[in-house]
């Protein structure tokens, strides 16, 4: 099956710097990549939509200027975790839909952001 | 979006069957019922996928009520790598891939 690899898969920053999240798809090209976010114990929930050649599609209550999404190739989309304050530690995961006529959608590795 | 509703957590022995159920009583007749897993701090993971009729695969089988509001995830022989949360899902056709997850089904699998 597809593969979407995420990178990197755990990162520790100081409060105030930004932190950069890529996602690639390895063996397919996708114009629509996915980013939730998840905190422990709880679901994953949806953050955004990116998409390859225009402007990210945010979901309700996720600040667009905090979490900049960058989708700059059929291959690669970016989360940007910028002005990294602790609330902001979370799993990260990025999720690209099914390829062709499938229904399997794909997931990262996810990302485990620590901001101390 | 339709919503779903499973049990907070389950336990299992290994090598034993595992009947993961989901309630989804405000169906659509265009939703399709998809089941994901995740493993500890690991992405989600498909399982299977379906829309009326029961459904087999390797890893799993969906046994789908005939009125379409419940679904069961059956793990015929739970082993210590089934260990996951197991996400009921449903998807409208034509949605592009987005899936709006709810809380899951945290299964446990005692040696």
């Known amino acids: 099956g597809a593969v979407v690899s995420q990178h990197p898969s755990r990162v520790i920053c100081k409060s105030g710097t930004s932190v950069k999240i890529e996602c690639r798809s390895l063996d397919f090209q996708a114009t629509t990549m996915f980013w939730y976010r998840q905190f422990p114990k709880q679901s994953l929930m949806l953050m955004a939509t990116s998409n390859e050649g225009s402007k990210a599609t945010y979901e309700q209550g996720v600040e667009k200027d905090k979490f900049l999404i960058n989708h700059a190739s059929l291959t690669l989309s970016t989360l940007t975790v910028t002005s990294a304050h602790p609330e902001d530690s979370s799993f990260y995961i990025c999720?690209?839909?099914?390829?062709?006529?499938?229904?399997?959608?794909?997931f990262g590795q996810g990302t485990r952001l620590t901001v101390v | 979006d339709a919503k779903t509703t499973q049990p907070n957590s389950m336990e299992s022995n290994e090598e034993e069957p595992v009947h993961l159920p989901c309630n989804h009583s405000t169906i659509s007749g265009t939703d399709y019922i998809h089941w994901y897993r995740q493993l500890p701090s690991q992405g989600p993971e498909y399982v299977i996928h379906g829309l009326t009729s029961n459904v087999n695969n390797r890893m799993a089988s969906l046994a789908i009520a005939e009125d379409r509001k419940s679904s069961t995830l059956i793990l015929h022989r739970a082993t210590l790598r089934d260990a996951a949360v197991y996400y009921c899902i449903l998807r409208p056709i034509n949605q592009g891939g987005k899936l709006i997850f709810g809380q899951g089904t945290e299964l446990s699998v005692k040696p």
């Open positions: 999720s690209a839909p099914p390829q062709g006529s499938g229904t399997e959608a794909f």
